[in-house]
C-alpha cells in the first residue's frame, strides 16, 4: 500500500487537480476518514488550524473546540492561520 501513498505523492506534483478533485469526493464518501487526513496534516503541522476548519467547512473556533475535546493540542494561529480562516469564511458564505 505504500507505494500508493508513493504514486499519489508524484501525481499531485504533476496534477494536482486530480489529486484534489479525488479528495473532495472521498470526502463525500468517507467523511471520517477524510477528516482523519486533516487532523494528520494538523498534527504534523502540514497545515494550520484555518486551512484546516477551511477542509472541513467548519470555523476554526468550532474546530479548536473539537481538538481541545479530543486531547488534540491547539497552536496559537499564525498569520497563514489568519489567511486560512478568512477563506473559509468566505467559502462558508458562498454556500449561504
Known sequence: MAWAVD?????????PELVEKTLKEISKIDPNFYKSLVIGAYIDGKISIGKAAELLGVTRVELQREFREMGIPVRI????????????????????
Not at 79 to 96: F, M, S
Request: net charge positive.
Open 77 to 96: 494561529p499564525s498569520k497563514e492561520d489568519a489567511a486560512a480562516e478568512v477563506e473559509a469564511l468566505k467559502a462558508w458564505k458562498k454556500r449561504w
Open 7 to 15: 504514486e499519489l505523492k508524484k501525481l499531485s506534483e504533476v496534477k
